[in-house]
Nanobody
Framework: QVQLVESGGGLVQPGGSLRLSCETSGFALNYKAIAWFRQAPGKEREGVSCISSSDTTTSYADSVKGRFTISRDNAKNTVYLQMNSLKPEDTAVYYC????????????????????????WGKGTPVTVSS
């Protein structure tokens, strides 16, 4: 059974940092690209970052470039999202996701940020940035 479980969210002050984790099971993480998405209340889902299975490709939304870093530890079946210099507009529920196909799922793919190619999703972890 495939599972993606996010953790690490919480309340942080502006300028602070959080590290989100996406723990996976039910598939070999080393063959999977993993993407992070977020959705704020009343807003559409936004692709935040993606990392390919080989670590050779990472992508970031313009809104988080230079502040967020995606990484993976295949031995721990976990992908991380380090979030620094957090802003109130980063407040959202953060989800990790993957594509189930053996070959397609290795890469972030074109327009990954739309999320349409992802069919494995976690339940999300909430992040609130507020003073």
């Amino acid at each position: 059974q495939v599972q993606l479980v996010e953790s690490g969210g919480g309340l942080v002050q502006p300028g602070g940092s959080l590290r989100l984790s996406c723990e996976t099971s039910g598939f070999a993480l080393n063959y999977k690209a993993i993407a992070w998405f977020r959705q704020a209340p009343g807003k559409e889902r936004e692709g935040v970052s993606c990392i390919s299975s080989s670590d050779t490709t990472t992508s970031y939304a313009d809104s988080v470039k230079g502040r967020f870093t995606i990484s993976r530890d295949n031995a721990k079946n976990t992908v991380y999202l380090q979030m620094n210099s957090l802003k109130p507009e980063d407040t959202a529920v953060y989800y990790c996701a993957a594509n189930s196909d053996y070959w397609i799922g290795r890469h972030c793919g074109v327009r990954w940020e739309l999320g349409y190619s992802m069919d494995y999703w976690g339940k999300g972890t909430p992040v609130t940035v507020s003073s």
